[in-house]
C-alpha cells in the first residue's frame, strides 16, 4: 500500500473498540501496518469464535491471514475461558 522495502515484522494491528450497550463481547477494528482501515474482528455467535469481516477487495498473503488467525484464536480461547470461569 505504497511502501517500499523490507516487509513489516507485523502485517496487522487490532485496534479495541468500546462496547455498545448491552454488547457481550469485544470488538477490533483490523488495520495495516500502514493505518489503512481493513475491517472488523467480532464474534460470530452462530460458530462461537471470533471472526474477521473484511471490505470488499482486499487482498491478504498467508502471513497476513497467519497473523490474523493467530489473533482470531486467542480471542476465542479468551472468551471461552471466561464462560468457563462464570460457570465455576
Same mark, same amino acid.
Given at each position: 500500500? +505504497?511502501?517500499?522495502?523490507?516487509? @513489516?515484522?507485523?502485517? &496487522?494491528?487490532?485496534? $479495541?473498540?468500546?462496547? $455498545? @450497550? ?7 477494528? =483490523? ?6 482501515? &481493513?475491517? =472488523?474482528?467480532?464474534?460470530? @455467535?452462530?460458530?462461537?469464535?471470533? *471472526?474477521? /469481516? &473484511?471490505?470488499? +477487495? =482486499? &487482498? ?9 488467525? $493467530? ?9 471461552? /475461558?471466561? *464462560? ?5
Amino acid at each position: 500500500m +505504497g511502501s517500499y522495502g523490507p516487509p @513489516p515484522k507485523k502485517f &496487522l494491528h487490532f485496534r $479495541k473498540l468500546s462496547r $455498545k @450497550p448491552r454488547q457481550k463481547t469485544d470488538r477490533w477494528e =483490523i488495520c495495516s501496518h500502514d493505518e489503512h482501515y &481493513l475491517g =472488523i474482528a467480532r464474534f460470530y @455467535p452462530q460458530w462461537r469464535c471470533y *471472526i474477521s /469481516e &473484511l471490505k470488499t +477487495g =482486499i &487482498l491478504m498473503s498467508g502471513s497476513c491471514h497467519r497473523e490474523a488467525d $493467530k489473533f482470531l484464536t486467542e480471542q476465542t480461547k479468551s472468551w471461552r /475461558e471466561s *464462560i468457563r470461569a462464570r460457570k465455576k
